[in-house]
């Protein structure tokens, strides 16, 4: 029951964690960063990918788990997701910056959902206004460009199976 209850959380963690990165703090993601010259090259931003995705593992198998993450393990797994996500937003290239920045913004979202509720898989599933916010279109599109992105220039299929 608890898998099931945690299930739509661990959806949104480890599809926003394949879109995106967030910034040095998933406090400071939904900013929008200053514009920069683009210098980042599909490598880079593909390996950052790669190490975020890595990095969330730990977290997903807490919220798999279903109940409530100790707060140690969240605190931890939380700051190495963040960490991760720092570097893909650095890498992210100019042409999908911005929708990098709203997906960085959902996954800081949920995070702090998870931390405000105390690790509480349940309540944070169950959290309609997250939800919503989250099913907007502008994070629905962002998601999709960035995994359009992914997989073209990355050659990581991050739709999963189905």
């Known amino acids: 029951m608890g898998r099931t209850s945690s299930a739509p959380m661990v959806t949104l963690v480890a599809a926003a964690l394949l879109l995106a990165g967030c910034g040095g703090s998933l406090a400071d993601a939904d900013t929008p960063a200053p514009p920069r010259p683009d210098r980042t090259r599909p490598g880079e931003f593909c390996s950052a990918v ?13 919220l798999t788990r279903g109940g409530t993450v100790p707060r140690d393990q969240l605190t931890t797994a939380a700051e190495a997701v963040r960490s991760a996500y720092a570097e893909v937003l650095a890498t992210a290239p100019g042409e999908i910056r911005a929708d990098v920045e709203r997906s960085v913004a959902a996954v800081d979202l949920q995070l702090d959902a998870l931390e405000a509720a105390d690790g509480d898989t349940a309540a944070v599933a169950g959290n309609a206004e997250l939800r919503s916010r989250l099913t907007a279109p502008e994070y629905v599109q962002a998601a999709e460009q960035v995994r359009d992105y992914i997989g073209e220039h990355c050659g990581i299929d991050t739709r999963g199976p189905g």
Do not use: C, D, I, S
């Open 50 to 62: 790669l190490a975020g995705t890595r990095a969330a593992q730990p977290l997903a198998t807490l």
